[in-house]
């Protein structure tokens, strides 16, 4: 029989359609074309990205030339802007301000490479040291509320370049998706006294039936009521709402826990397109009892249709446990 589960973080129910199951071996993501010729975040090409805003570099390099480990430049096309003030106003009954914001590029390493799984761990760390750099830099601008870190991966995921690289957009307000996920988790705390991803991240680790893996202070596992094909969430299992708070322990171990886990799907899926997403707290947030940070990872194996848009249903077609199973089976 066909199940349906339902995520107590975003209150969504998905259909895990048991009939039409699929086995974990049987995912092949469709071939995509290499973009190849000329890359402008390779190590050389640095006067091809607008200027840099924060690297970290080799002793006695320049600023905007070679000797970086991982560079920030502004997206050429960006989303929000930084300069200019917000101008909130009404446009009869709809609400109006300028697009004021920030949108970055994070060029996860000098060398042309599409994954940073394959990288040493202190050059895995690095790139999240720079997430959190970024993060605890622009949440100092008032005009500004909150911090989405993510990254696309592969040409059907939203990426235009292969080079290994994630984005920061930073917004005046606090997105919707991101409002519902603390508002289910205040509800949850207010009547349990307790924090909601606190006691999954317990659960999870006491039935151990979703965990792909776990170090001292990281785990990852499929969760409940995934929405797609071996989506994997990756959190501390110490209570933390705000990413940017993270000390040099949980820095390496995240490394460690993401670096793995995507080897673990790349080599299980034969590679496939993904986007992760960074969930922490509005900037204007003290720590927040109720709240705690996590990354979302989605391989993209299947296709949003007319009913996932209708209904706010997702289907999917691969049970969490089989594929967490198969995914601590896959060597790395």
């Keep these: 029989m066909p199940e349906l589960r339902k995520d107590p973080l975003s209150l969504r129910w998905v259909i895990i359609a048991t009939e039409r199951a699929k086995r974990p071996s049987d995912f092949r993501p469709e071939p995509e074309a290499k973009s190849g010729g000329f890359c402008p975040f390779c190590a050389g090409n640095e006067d091809k990205t607008p200027p840099e805003i924060a690297a970290y570099r080799e002793r006695g390099s320049e600023r905007n030339g070679a000797g970086w480990r991982v560079r920030v430049v502004p997206n050429k096309f960006p989303a929000l802007q ?58 100092r601008d008032r005009r500004l509320k909150y911090g989405m870190l993510f990254k696309n991966v592969g040409l059907s995921a939203g990426a ?25 988790c205040r509800e949850y705390y207010r009547y349990h006294d307790r924090c909601l ?28 009521a995934p929405r797609f094909p071996f ?18 322990k949980g820095i390496e171990e995240l490394a460690r826990t993401m670096k793995e886990v995507l080897l ?26 109720e709240y705690h940070w996590h990354i979302e990872i989605i391989p993209r194996l299947t296709r949003v249709a007319g009913f996932e848009w209708g209904t706010g249903f997702y289907i999917n077609p691969v049970p969490p446990e089989s594929a967490a199973a198969y995914l601590r089976e896959t060597a790395v």
Aim: aromatic share 10%; with cysteine; charged share 25%.
């Design 82 to 139: 930084i300069e200019g003030s917000l101008n909130k106003k009404a446009d009869g009954i709809y609400d109006w301000m300028q697009g004021v914001g920030a949108h970055e590029v994070i060029i996860e390493s000098p060398q042309h490479v599409t994954s940073y799984a394959g990288l040493p761990e202190p050059a895995v760390q690095e790139i999240f040291w720079m997430y959190r750099d970024r993060l605890l830099d622009l949440k």
């Design 197 to 224: 991803v606190c006691d999954m991240v317990q659960q999870e680790l006491a039935q151990r039936s979703r965990v792909v893996m776990e170090t001292e202070e990281m785990v990852a596992f499929e969760p409940y």
């Design 264 to 289: 673990r799907l790349q080599k299980a899926l034969n590679d496939p397109p993904y986007n992760y997403m960074v969930y922490t707290a509005p900037f204007d947030a003290q720590e927040m009892e």
């Design 231 to 248: 989506e994997t969430w990756v959190m501390p299992k110490a209570h933390a709402s705000h990413f940017e708070n993270m000390q040099r």
């Design 160 to 184: 235009s370049l292969e080079h290994t690289h994630s984005q920061l957009i930073v917004t005046p307000i606090v997105p919707r998706t991101v409002n519902f996920k603390i508002s289910s």
